[in-house]
């Protein structure tokens, strides 16, 4: 047994990047800056967007990128319920009303055949969520959103770099989100990203994240000071510091690389536990696509197992191994039940997936022998 726990998950940061927050430390400039413009545009240059904003959080991306599209009291919008809180608690901010969806039990991704069913009038958008990095059925998507008139905001905090059909995630839809949180696949401490190909949705977005100013005057009038500015919107406090865009700018650097590096845990991970018959392993991509790995998501079958997911992600953790779980579907949590009324047997996917998975540690960091030992661990117990 190892000696030492291994967490579920280290962050990856290289003196490169510990230089590059030094530097703008020591400029002049540490908020919004030259920094954000950088990050922004090596960020829609390797995505393939046209505009990419930087912004606090992918929570602070996806209410802007609702509210950009015109999101509002009254309206619906289609949520799966295998997602963080984050997805719908976006949508209530602007006092719209999530309907959380069904998943499905192979993909963990969004089952159209449920969101379909769940559209009437008020459904205004479809927010996919690419679990783990696995890109959700985007076609079924957009043509379901061009049936119904629904616009489409991807939350992507998981799908970083991360490609559907030969494309980027973030270069598609009318907004795409991502994360970069401490433990996601790469990370400013806190941040996110909106990329979109509207200069409509950008121009919106750019403006609200900053209070609902308006710097861009001089471009109307050619008489303006350098103080002048105007309040056009009542917006919100989003913008990423200069600090922490330092810190994107390096990672991004690094972001095939820390992508490479989990692919290959994953291949370790699926030959080692191929035979193992109480465990089903995560989907792959198409052949043209590109999975970020930022989870190894495993299905525990509890009966075969003999065991629970609980008592399996125990026994990992007495053998000094950290995993998590990704997550309890949002169906399954007190506000929603008491907010929206969902019941466990409404969500046929979810509720059987809440039962069963669990994620393995997956990250650049680790070493031959640190995932030699989480096989070795989960061999012992379910073999
Ligand atoms: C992490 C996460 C978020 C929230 O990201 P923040 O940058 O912390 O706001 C949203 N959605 C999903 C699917 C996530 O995993």
């Not at 990419?52 to 999101?71: D, K, N, W």
Request: hydrophobic share 40%; charged share 25%.
């Amino acid at each position: 047994m190892r000696a030492e726990f291994l967490p579920f998950h280290r962050h990856d940061i290289s003196q490169a990047e510990i230089d590059s927050v030094v530097e703008t430390l020591k400029s002049p400039w540490i908020t919004s800056g030259p920094k954000v413009r950088e990050f922004e545009q090596n960020f829609a240059e390797y995505v393939g967007a046209k505009h990419a904003l930087a912004v606090t959080s992918c929570t602070a991306a996806l209410h802007l990128a609702l509210e950009a599209l015109g999101i509002k009291e009254g309206d619906e919008v289609l949520v799966p319920t295998m997602t963080f809180t984050a997805t719908a608690e976006a949508v209530m901010y602007l006092r719209a009303k999530p309907v959380l969806v069904d998943v499905r039990r192979d993909t963990l991704n969004i089952d159209l055949k449920d969101a379909e069913k769940k559209i009437n009038v008020r459904t205004k958008a479809i927010m996919p969520v690419h679990v783990a990095g696995l890109p959700a059925d985007l076609e079924g998507v957009h043509h379901l959103a061009r049936l119904n008139g629904l616009k489409v905001i991807e939350d992507a905090a998981h799908a970083f770099p991360t490609k559907y059909r030969a494309k980027f995630i973030g270069s598609v839809s009318d907004a795409t989100c991502f994360s970069f949180y401490a433990t996601k696949t790469m990370t400013t401490g806190e941040g996110g990203m909106l990329t979109t190909n509207s200069d409509a949705v950008a121009e919106r977005v750019r403006m609200m994240r900053q209070h609902g100013l308006n710097r861009d005057v001089w471009k109307r009038r050619d008489d303006v000071d350098s103080w002048y500015y105007e309040v056009l919107e009542s917006g919100f406090k989003y913008n990423m510091p200069d600090i922490n865009a330092a810190l994107g700018v390096a990672q991004l650097k690094r972001a095939e690389e820390f992508r490479a590096k989990r692919e290959n845990i994953s291949r370790f991970y699926r030959e080692a536990f191929s035979d193992i018959e109480c465990l089903s392993l995560p989907s792959d991509v198409e052949p043209d696509g590109l999975h970020s790995w930022h989870l190894f998501t495993l299905k525990l079958d509890p009966q075969k197992a003999g065991m629970s997911r609980s008592q399996l992600t125990r026994s990992l953790k007495e053998r000094n191994i950290g995993t998590s779980v990704h997550w309890i579907p949002l169906h399954l949590h007190p506000f929603y039940q008491r907010h929206f009324g969902v019941k466990p047997e409404d969500f046929d996917g979810g509720t059987w997936l809440s039962e069963r998975i669990f994620s393995l540690p997956i990250y650049p960091g680790m070493t031959e022998t640190d995932i030699k030992d989480v096989v070795g661990a989960v061999r012992q117990i379910l073999t």
